[in-house]
């Protein structure tokens, strides 16, 4: 994948904190950033699956096809 170069600023503290962990764990920076990054978008899609969830579970017809859906999920387990 490319990469792209940008500019930002983050607190001095985290930059410290981020200096301390490359450095005991012989890592970029980078590295560690993109790691962090890739994190937080994996719990925001976590978020927005979970307020997914709640909205269709406040509808009756969403409610009642993702209840049959788990009956099959079920029973397909049974088998294995």
Known sequence: MKSVQYTSSIPAD???QLDGYAGKFK???NR???EAIRAYFEKLKRAEYVHSFR???SNDEMFSLAEEGFEDYLKILDNK
Do not use: F, T, V
């Open 14 to 16: 985290l930059m410290h």
């Open 27 to 29: 890592i970029p920076k």
């Open 55 to 57: 909205k269709a579970s």
């Open 32 to 34: 560690i950033i993109e």
